[in-house]
Every structure is written in structure tokens, then in C-alpha cells.
Nanobody, 127 residues
Framework: QVQLVESGGGLVQAGGSLRLSCTAS????????MAWFRQAPGREREFVAA????????YYSDAVKGRFTISRDYGKNMMFLQMNSVKPDDTAVYYC????????????????????WGQGTQVTVSS
């Protein structure tokens, strides 16, 4: 069983930056692919970015590519999402996810198969 806890959400002005963190309880964190998803009110859950089991397995949605950066600290079992040049459309609850079998791209295409989810952290971007 893996527990995921997100932190770092809050209120930010458009054009600003925010850094989200996700702490995983897994003992062998490097065995898991991890990802960020988001869900805005009245909208479906949306893939944001994923980081697989190596530095070459990184995948972003078109909506955030070039603005957001996903990273991992394997020693601390943590994942981060650096959000730059944020827009009001980035307002959502952001969720951390982890899976033992899926690759980074597969976490986008097969999100229904992801095994572990966090509780989410709210990000609000004001215009």
C-alpha cells in the first residue's frame, strides 16, 4: 500500500509560480511511475505530467508543456511540479498518482488503471 500526500497548493496571480510536492510512503519509490493530474469544477480529471522510472521517461500534456516541470527526488520519495507562467485555466485540485506497472505515457492513456492516488491540493490562479 502506498500513501501519497500532496502539498504546496494555494492562491497565485496569473503569470506567477507555484511548486507542488507529493510525498510517497513507498519504501522502493523508484519502482513506481508517478504523475500529476488535475480536476477543475465541472470538468473531468485531466492529465498534467508524469515521471516514470528514469529521467528519460517524462511526459507532459500539451496544456502545460513549456510552463510546468515535473521532477523527482528518489532519496526522499518525493515528486514535484514546478508551475510557472500560471493561467486562470490552471485553477484546479491537483492530484498525485503512482503506479507500479504503467509508464509515464501510459499514466495518461490508462489513468483508470492507476493504483494509488493522493487526496489533492487546491491551486487557484487569479486573473
Amino acid at each position: 500500500q502506498v500513501q501519497l500526500v500532496e502539498s504546496g497548493g494555494g492562491l497565485v496571480q496569473a503569470g506567477g509560480s507555484l511548486r507542488l510536492s507529493c510525498t510517497a510512503s513507498a519504501r522502493s519509490g523508484s519502482s513506481y511511475a508517478m504523475a500529476w493530474f488535475r480536476q477543475a469544477p465541472g470538468r473531468e480529471r485531466e492529465f498534467v505530467a508524469a515521471y516514470g522510472r528514469g529521467d528519460r521517461d517524462i511526459y507532459y500534456s500539451d496544456a502545460v508543456k513549456g510552463r510546468f516541470t515535473i521532477s523527482r527526488d528518489y532519496g526522499k520519495n518525493m515528486m514535484f511540479l514546478q508551475m510557472n507562467s500560471v493561467k486562470p485555466d490552471d485553477t484546479a485540485v491537483y492530484y498525485c498518482a503512482a503506479d507500479l506497472k504503467l509508464t509515464a505515457m501510459a499514466m495518461d492513456n490508462f489513468a483508470g488503471r492507476i493504483e494509488y492516488w493522493g487526496q489533492g491540493t487546491q491551486v487557484t490562479v487569479s486573473s
